[in-house]
């Protein structure tokens, strides 16, 4: 196919879009692949479909190998699948819900399971129908609180969701493996440098999970590897391994000390030490207490959460959120402390939380037997030497403390180096939690119920083009891998002669006649704009058609490389069709 950059709805940017946070959004918008109509929604224009279609296609292919079934639900649905699993209510404000005509309930879909089960559940009866997987390439749409990136974070995109449906665990065990292997395929096909990491299972519930993040420094995910196994994890997945509790008997008494003004860490330790107490205090021997608000779905009010965690380390507040969904949580403000004076910022104590029915959750290396500095609850009062167990007890743990370089890595073998990344695929074992919401059972062979275990499984499609855009490129514009490029070879005719016009018209048709995929720069515009729009729409071969011709040379240009070499004119076509297809 010849694409005539002369017709082509295509206006490509000088300027950045303002908004622009990140590469991939600034080249896309530039290059002219998208255009914003609001926040998180976008345009696909000409190009920008070209590629987004190129990766569905690779997609859908990996998925119809390993006998996956494609099928195609509406965006628009009903409310009552989404009542009976709960999840009406639990995706909190990020579900788009709508009301038609009559007052009914409707949402635009975020993520499929309950209408994959039903479908399901409708059609097959038997053990002998079982197992199943079946998939569709999707737009799903997501009232996200932040979106972000152009298309890396929209509130609509497109997503392809699979489900898998087996008869028991080891045969959710191979769907899993059979989704694993095909994203990894998939992912690999595309070029994209990433990795493969546990993650946790978010509003889907279940169990088994994991992620895979492009390598990214753009990326919203962080996530860590250790330095001597193959542990790797997202860190909203970190699990921190908990020392052995300590004995409670014959441990000092709790003390509580006159501090005055010493509402942070640091001058708390400060202060402890120039008391010679006999010992060394550092941030690590403080108990912090944090105070932040829970909201949980369907819930009318916010209720006051502490999290206690070692001084010398913050709350990660991503971590938080994944530990407490789908439950929302937010800092307080001062109005909050307001209604809450028990709440001496600076100076939060265990024991008026408890007083005060606040629910106190504790960093997991906050053990029975472990003695802390801590708030004693008046302005100007610490306490020393209060004991887990002993002197208080949490209500819990939590992950919520920063997961830092350095840390031990959670499965024994050496230390935590950390990443940023952007999940571009989420595998996980469901189980049976949506088969128990909607009673999905095969009859066995001995005519008794099987209750069917799933899978749910996504790749962020529309996501990947940014993705794909973010790893590829340089500060003049796009460079495509070729299986997604929205054309294999542009041709630019440099000048407005006619031997080169009709040169370049005959190298495009010559080349479209092999099979290979052309964009030619026919334009009026001067060979400067020519070249800088090239660069920057990013196919990966450039031709160039200019004052060498007259002497039978034209010039190859390797879009990646900016290695350039003279071909014989004779000779170019049988040169591209071998590059495009090597
Ligand atoms: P995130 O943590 O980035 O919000 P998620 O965990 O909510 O993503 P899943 O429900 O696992 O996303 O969706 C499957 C895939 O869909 C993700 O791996 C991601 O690639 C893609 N995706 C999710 N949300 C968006 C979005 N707002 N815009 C574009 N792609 C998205
Ligand atoms: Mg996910």
Redesign the pocket.
């Known amino acids: 196919m010849i694409t005539r950059m002369s017709s082509l709805f295509l206006r490509t940017l000088r300027e950045d879009p303002a908004d622009a946070e990140v590469p991939s959004h600034r080249l896309l918008v530039r290059a002219g692949y998208v255009r914003r109509v609001a926040p998180?929604m976008y345009t696909w224009l000409p190009l920008g479909l070209r590629v987004l279609r190129k990766i569905e296609e690779i997609v859908r292919e990996e998925m119809n190998a390993f006998g996956a079934q494609e099928i195609q639900f509406p965006a628009l649905l009903p409310r009552e699948p989404y009542e009976t699993t709960g999840r009406w209510t639990e995706y909190g404000d990020s579900l788009f819900r709508l009301k038609d005509r009559k007052g009914g309930d409707y949402l635009l879909g975020?993520?499929h399971e309950e209408l994959f089960t039903l479908t399901v559940k409708g059609e097959y009866s038997s053990y002998k129908d079982y197992p199943v997987t079946l998939y569709q390439i999707q737009t799903?749409y997501?009232d996200?609180a932040r979106?972000r990136a152009g298309?890396?974070?929209?509130?609509e995109?497109v997503?392809k969701?699979s489900y898998s449906f087996d008869l028991d665990d080891e045969g959710l065990t191979r769907s899993y493996q059979a989704h694993r292997d095909a994203y990894s395929k998939l992912f690999d096909r595309l070029g994209l440098e990433y990795v493969v990491v546990a993650a946790t299972s978010?509003?889907?519930g279940g169990s088994a999970s994991e992620?895979?993040l492009a390598v990214a420094e753009t990326g919203?995910?962080t996530y860590v590897r250790s330095t001597d196994s193959g542990y790797a994890a997202n860190v909203e997945a970190v699990t921190t391994p908990a020392p052995p509790a300590q004995p409670i008997e014959g441990r000092p008494e709790a003390k509580v000390y006159e501090t005055p003004n010493t509402p942070t860490i640091e001058k708390l330790v400060t202060f402890f030490n120039e008391l010679d107490l006999g010992r060394t205090f550092t941030a690590a021997d403080t108990l912090k207490n944090v105070l932040v608000k829970v909201h949980n779905p369907g819930a009318k009010e916010w209720e006051l959460l502490a999290i206690g965690l070692p001084g010398d380390r913050e709350v990660d507040m991503k971590r938080l959120e994944a530990a407490l969904e789908p439950a929302e949580v937010a800092l307080l403000e001062d109005a909050d402390f307001a209604k809450a004076p028990f709440l001496v910022k600076g100076y939060i104590g265990p024991k008026s939380l408890k007083d005060n029915g606040v629910r106190y959750l504790v960093d997991p290396r906050v053990v029975d037997g472990t003695a802390w500095l801590t708030g004693a609850d008046k302005r100007g009062e610490h306490v020393l030497d209060l004991l887990a167990g002993r002197d208080f007890t949490p209500d819990g743990t939590i992950e919520a403390a920063e997961v830092r370089e350095g840390d031990a890595s959670p499965d024994g073998h050496g230390t935590l180096v950390a990443a940023r990344g952007?999940?571009?695929?989420?595998i996980f074992q469901l189980g049976r939690k949506y088969a128990d919401a909607f009673t999905l059972d095969a009859l066995g062979p001995d005519s008794k119920p099987i209750r069917i275990t799933m899978g749910s499984y996504?790749?962020?499609v529309?996501?990947?083009v940014g993705v794909l855009a973010e790893q590829n490129h340089d500060d003049i514009g796009l460079i495509w891998p070729r299986e997604v490029a929205p054309a294999d070879v542009h041709v630019v005719i440099a000048g407005k002669s006619e031997e080169l016009t009709a040169g370049g018209e005959k190298l495009a048709a010559e080349l479209d006649a092999a099979g290979v995929s052309v964009i030619l720069d026919d334009r009026k515009a001067s060979p400067g704009v020519k070249f800088a729009d090239a660069e920057l729409v990013g196919v990966p071969t450039i031709l160039v058609v200019g004052r060498g011709l007259a002497n039978g040379v034209v010039e190859v240009k390797d879009r990646r490389t900016g290695e350039r070499e003279e071909v014989a004119v004779d000779t170019v076509v049988e040169h591209l069709v071998k590059l495009v297809n090597s």
């Not at 952007?422 to 989420?426: A, F, K, L, M, S």
Request: net charge negative.
């Open positions: 998180g975020p993520t799903k997501r996200e979106p298309i890396l974070r929209g509130r995109f997503m969701d978010g509003a889907m992620e895979f919203e995910d952007i999940e571009i695929g989420h996504g790749v962020g529309s996501r990947l």
